[in-house]
T-cell receptor
Framework: SAVISQKPSRDICQRGTSLTIQCQVDSQVTMMFWYRQQPGQSLTLIAT?????????ESGFVIDKFPISRPNLTFSTLTVSNMSPEDSSIYLC?????????FGQGTRLTVV | EDQVTQSPEALRLQEGESSSLNCSYT??????LFWYRQDPGKGPEFLFT???AGEEKEKERLKATLTKKESFLHITAPKPEDSATYLC????????????FGSGTKLNVKP
């Protein structure tokens, strides 16, 4: 199984600022993803992080708002840009191999 | 339209009272069905992956089964520490990057 380290674990940010979340996997994985989870809700896929190329975004999510990097097979970052209170949520990094998909502990973001 | 539905939304059990959680799916092609446990404030913890109808997997008090339309997570003689939200997700056959999550079942086991 893969161990995923995600940081920060939580942050309180001012509106209009940006926050970058880091995700480190302890082994090489094929796929990495970023999800958002609103309180009491299920997971919504933001994008697939592609190594060395632009991320693939889901409907409703755009690169200008959520720029993603994946410079190698074990590391990715998600930036939440120009934040507003509506961006308050839990952001989760996920890594998947052939038969399993694992999650980090999440970043709880509060925008004030 | 690809869709995953979990029921019930919430389930309260007495310790030792066995029950089942349901995950029904409608997808263009299923590669795998995943079950997760999520505790408050934490990321989902991987439990099982099922690939074909008739497949079963077990872990302690949990057993997951799969048919062509749905999956069940059976909990035998649950304990209070089994209290959590259980999520299922389907991975599409024609697009491995697509994982559709259900809304989860919040399980509360009373001592």
């Amino acid at each position: 199984s893969a161990v995923i380290s995600q940081k920060p674990s939580r942050d309180i940010c001012q509106r209009g600022t940006s926050l970058t979340i880091q995700c480190q996997v302890d082994s090489q994985v094929t796929m990495m993803f970023w999800y958002r989870q609103q309180p009491g809700q299920s997971l919504t896929l933001i994008a697939t992080a592609n190594q060395g190329s632009e991320a693939t975004y889901e409907s409703g999510f755009v690169i200008d708002k959520f720029p993603i990097s994946r410079p190698n097979l074990t590391f990715s970052t998600l930036t939440v840009s120009n934040m507003s209170p509506e961006d308050s949520s839990i952001y989760l990094c996920s890594a998947a191999g052939e038969t399993e998909a694992f999650f980090g502990q999440g970043t709880r973001l509060t925008v004030v | 339209e690809d869709q995953v539905t979990q029921s019930p939304e919430a389930l309260r059990l007495q310790e030792g009272e066995s029950s089942s959680l349901n995950c029904s799916y409608t997808v263009s092609g299923l590669r795998g069905l995943f079950w997760y446990r999520q505790d408050p404030g934490k990321g989902p913890e991987f439990l099982f992956t099922l690939y074909s109808a008739g497949e079963e997997k077990e872990k302690e008090r949990l057993k997951a089964t799969l048919t062509k339309k749905e999956s069940f997570l059976h909990i035998t003689a649950p304990k209070p520490e089994d209290s959590a939200t259980y999520l299922c997700a389907v991975q599409l056959l024609y697009n491995f990057n697509k994982f559709y999550f259900g809304s989860g079942t919040k399980l509360n086991v009373k001592p």
